[in-house]
């Protein structure tokens, strides 16, 4: 089972701002009350902050990046097959594998 199994270009950071502002938040916590608990604070809210911006930055750049791997795999195949004509290129085998990546013999996830 994968850790995050939704996976789009804010997963990593996402997971870097968690557990930075956790941990930042929790020493926090424990050396207040000094000014060393507002400069955890702060660090730890940076991360957050560059998150927020990610998320901005590619809804307006590239929204495709802030959809699932698994959507843009299938958006893809249905590029593939779907021709203007209305012939298939992908037929048989090559389709099932598009729609389901995890059938391919060795396939390492």
Do not use: C
């Not at 789009?8 to 996402?14: A, N, Q």
């Not at 698994?70 to 958006?75: E, G, V």
Request: proline share 7%; charged share 20%.
């Amino acid at each position: 089972m994968d850790a995050f199994p939704k996976k789009s270009i804010l997963t990593p950071i996402g997971a870097l701002a968690v557990a930075v502002l956790s941990v930042t938040v929790t020493a926090a916590v424990y050396v207040r009350p000094s000014p060393l608990s507002w400069l955890l604070l702060i660090i730890g809210v940076v991360p957050l902050g560059v998150a927020l911006w990610a998320y901005i930055y590619f809804a307006i750049r590239d929204p495709d990046r802030l959809q699932t791997e698994d959507f843009r795999i299938q958006r893809q195949y249905v590029a593939l097959i779907g021709t203007p004509d209305g012939q298939h290129i992908i037929t048989g085998e090559g389709a099932r594998l598009i729609d389901n990546p995890r059938d391919r013999a060795g396939a390492v996830e």
